[in-house]
């Protein structure tokens, strides 16, 4: 689990629109993520919610452009 450490709640970070960072350790670890779902799309074996879609149609492939715009959302 990767803890941010806070001197105020998220939801005053989030109404005021404060800047806040990650320890370089949870920074690693997201960095290591991004790298495990790149191989994922890379590959193309399909992974619930990474490359598919989800609840039910789970059991439907994403193209790289619908994967741009699932993102954006």
Known sequence: MIRIA????NIWVAINHEKTSLSKEAASKVRQSRGWVE???KR?????GINT???IFADRQISSTEHRLMNRN
């Open 53 to 55: 879609g989800l609840g």
């Open 39 to 41: 191989k994922i799309i």
């Open 6 to 9: 806070r001197s105020r709640s």
């Open 44 to 48: 193309g074996d399909p992974v619930y």
